[in-house]
């Protein structure tokens, strides 16, 4: 079955915890993406990668990282987990830019 | 840059009637991509409709279409025969053209959303 895949769905931490939330795609799709979805602001795109090796910073990047060392795997990476981002996180991914996007589940981020 | 509005926070239809939610976006672009979103309570996203600005003839998916407006730079989602199944946040969103280079070709910019309620 095609799909995007997080991991974990849910997860509570404490500020200062370095964490990785995973995404993996098997459609071979070259396009990847992180977003955060907060109550009143709607979606806003974290990180990008057009390709692998290729990733560029989206409209909030701040306190996050990611890396594409792979087509199928986009990690999020949050080096000092703080409260503001405690957020409800997807990945998606699509063919190329500008197709499709597919999402994954959604993971449920809170930061104690 | 980039911005997309919903002007409608929230809207309500009854079942088997016809609704219209609002999208405004403001761009110098001249090629991009737009999208309507489907949020419905399980929170998973899903594509409604997609359309690519080089194209005057509006984009259809069954009950959904679009009135796509390339010099007011509106795009409005119509659902046609509401159903039950319909309730949901709709997003509109916006991604400049790949073939238009200058950086932020990836850069996929979302409204606020419009909550939609379809009433039996």
């Known amino acids: 079955e095609a799909q995007v895949t997080q991991n974990p769905r849910y997860l509570i931490t404490v500020t200062g915890k370095k964490l990785t939330v995973t995404c993996s795609q098997n459609?071979?799709?070259?396009?990847m993406s992180w977003y955060r979805q907060d109550p009143g602001l709607g979606l806003r795109q974290i990180y990008y990668s057009m390709n692998v090796e290729v990733t560029d910073k989206g409209d909030v990047p701040e306190g996050y990282k990611v890396s594409r060392k792979e087509k199928r795997n986009f990690p999020l990476i949050l080096e000092s987990p703080s409260p503001n981002q405690t957020s409800l996180y997807f990945c998606?991914?699509?063919?190329?830019?500008?197709?499709?996007?597919?999402f994954g589940p959604g993971t449920r981020l809170l930061v104690l | 840059a980039q911005t997309v509005t919903q002007s409608q926070p929230e809207m309500s239809v009854q079942e088997a009637e016809t609704v219209t939610l609002s999208c405004t976006y403001d761009?110098?672009?001249?090629?991009?991509?737009l999208f309507w979103y489907k949020q419905p309570p399980s929170r998973q996203m899903i594509l409604v409709i997609r359309q690519e600005a080089y194209k005057q003839q509006n984009a259809t998916e069954n009950r959904f279409s679009v009135n796509f407006q390339k010099a007011a730079k509106s795009f409005s989602l119509k659902i046609s025969d509401s159903q039950l199944g319909d309730t949901a946040m709709y997003f509109c969103a916006f991604m400049k053209h790949r073939a238009d280079y200058g950086g932020s070709q990836g850069n996929l910019i979302f409204g606020k959303g419009t909550k939609l309620s379809v009433k039996p």
């Open positions: 998606a991914s699509s063919l190329s830019v500008g197709e499709t996007q597919y």
């Open positions: 761009t110098s672009e001249n090629n991009y991509y």
């Open positions: 459609m071979n799709h070259e396009y």
